[in-house]
């Protein structure tokens, strides 16, 4: 039977373009301490940059447009990583910890500079709605996802087995191959539409959170067959 279900957390429990919206936030307060235009324009430029051509190089790309010296670019970095988010839990999330709380066991397992994580855990207050957490980063960055360390860490901590174990993410690298590496059936939320690759696809995949009890069940009454990957 499962009895643990672990989740990953960046754009699985909350949307991770919200903590980018934050950050740009702080970053474009402290650009116009320093003379190069007004926050809330400086917040749109961002936002769009980031939307419109990718996730990297953001501040590079506005410090270019903009012709504000790159060699300030390391400290904004730093500024946004640093600032204390304003994010909250996606809705599905929400009633879906609510609904499991006290089924089963439940924790967390995710990458990134591990600073960084716990302020948004912090922010999201997961400390008081899950029973563990782990932050990959605390065991080095080549423990990252998908090694399988983190997630058999949290299994230890909740008293687990990985068996009885369902990890619930949306990348399927990090997290349906992590899973797998480490023994565990994944449930991939897709938040976003790209396909899992054929030899990195979960026990079963969701649109939304809600579905995830209705999944757990199934899985329980399938038995561990039908949970291997």
Request: charged letters at 30%; aromatic letters at 4%.
């Amino acid at each position: 039977m499962i009895r643990a279900v672990l989740f990953d957390l960046d754009d699985t429990l909350y949307r991770e373009d919200d903590f980018a919206c934050s950050g740009f936030g702080a970053v474009a307060q402290e650009l116009e301490s320093r003379g190069v235009g007004r926050a809330a324009a400086l917040h749109g430029m961002l936002a769009s940059i980031h939307v419109t051509e990718g996730r990297e190089h953001v501040l590079d790309k506005l410090a270019a447009r903009l012709n504000f010296p790159g060699d300030w670019v390391p400290g904004l970095v730093e500024r946004y990583r640093a600032h204390v988010p304003t994010i909250t839990l996606a809705p599905d999330a929400v009633r879906a910890l609510a609904r499991l709380r006290g089924r089963y066991r439940l924790g967390c397992v995710t990458n990134g500079w591990a600073a960084v994580q716990r302020r948004k855990i912090a922010a999201l207050g997961l400390g008081t709605l899950l029973d563990a957490i782990v932050v990959a980063d605390d065991h080095g960055r080549r423990h990252w996802k998908p090694s399988p360390l983190p997630f058999l860490h949290c299994c230890r901590l909740l008293g687990v087995s990985p068996a009885e174990s369902v990890h619930v993410g949306d990348d399927p690298e990090r997290d349906v191959r992590g899973a797998r590496n480490a023994g565990i059936a994944s449930v991939r939320v897709r938040r976003e539409p790209a396909d899992c690759p054929d030899d990195a696809r979960p026990a079963c995949e969701v649109l939304s959170l809600d579905e995830l009890e209705r999944v757990l069940d199934d899985l329980n009454r399938a038995g561990p067959a039908a949970r291997r990957d």
